[in-house]
């Protein structure tokens, strides 16, 4: 798995409120990204890291906010929650040895519910 | 802007059987393709990563083809068995410069009936 934990994994929120979902790994990989996966639109990109500091836009954007501080931890933050943003959210990391064999591992997910 | 397409959408097999699942993709200038298993209520395990330079990967009853020209990669099980069962993901990997993401594909799920 990677080493890799997002907290909480179970959240229920109300509209309106601003919420933060963790992601932690242990082994000080550099690409770190954050998707959403709802059903009939499968697995969506938020945001991406490539270092800390260096985050970048995915394709569903709007609403989220993410930093990194540090190698170890990328936070993913909504602002101001609203019900579409009910989903299941994955943290991902790229290990990208030499050659190119680019895998990419799964945290366990976090059922966000906003009611 | 890339686009995964997996077919069929769902699959219903006997066990024992052999089966293909279809990737296809719309810009073929890809870095790599990565298959994924999902089961219910879990994350992805990645199965098998192809490199764009290869054809093909392996892993015990699991084969990956990778057509780049043409956009299209195959999942091979053989010899299916319950324990298969789960949604299979397909996902391209774009390279632009530093930066690595992965498009998915809405995932193929597969029953493999006793």
């Known amino acids: 798995d990677a080493g890799i934990t997002q907290s909480p994994r179970h959240k229920v929120t109300e509209t309106g409120t601003p919420v933060t979902l963790r992601c932690h790994q242990t082994?000080?990989?550099?690409?770190m990204y954050w998707y959403r996966q709802d059903p009939g639109h499968g697995l969506r990109l938020i945001h991406y890291?490539?270092?800390?500091?260096?985050?970048d836009k995915g394709e569903v954007s709007d609403g989220y906010s993410v930093s990194r501080s540090k190698t170890e931890d990328f936070l993913l933050t909504l602002e101001s929650a609203t019900s579409s943003q009910t989903s299941v959210y994955f943290c991902?990391?790229?290990?990208?040895?030499?050659?190119?064999?680019?895998?990419?591992?799964f945290g366990p997910g976090t059922r966000l519910t906003v009611l | 802007k890339q686009e995964v397409t997996q077919i069929p959408a769902a699959l219903s097999v006997p066990e024992g059987e052999n089966l293909v699942l279809n990737c296809s993709f719309t810009d073929s200038a890809i870095y790599n393709l990565q298959w994924f298993r999902q089961d219910p209520g879990k994350g992805l395990t990645s199965l098998l990563l192809?490199?764009?330079?290869?054809r093909e990967q392996t892993s015990g009853r699991l084969n990956a083809s990778l057509d780049k020209s043409s956009g299209r990669s195959t999942l091979y099980i053989a010899a299916s068995q319950p324990g298969d069962s789960a949604t299979y993901l397909c996902a391209v990997g774009e390279d632009r410069g530093s930066n690595y993401k992965l498009t998915f594909g809405k995932g193929t799920l597969l029953t493999v009936n006793p």
């Open positions: 991902a990391i790229t290990s990208r040895p030499s050659g190119g064999a680019d895998t990419q591992y």
């Open positions: 082994e000080n990989h550099r690409y």
């Open positions: 192809i490199q764009s330079s290869q």
């Open positions: 890291s490539y270092g800390v500091k260096d985050t």
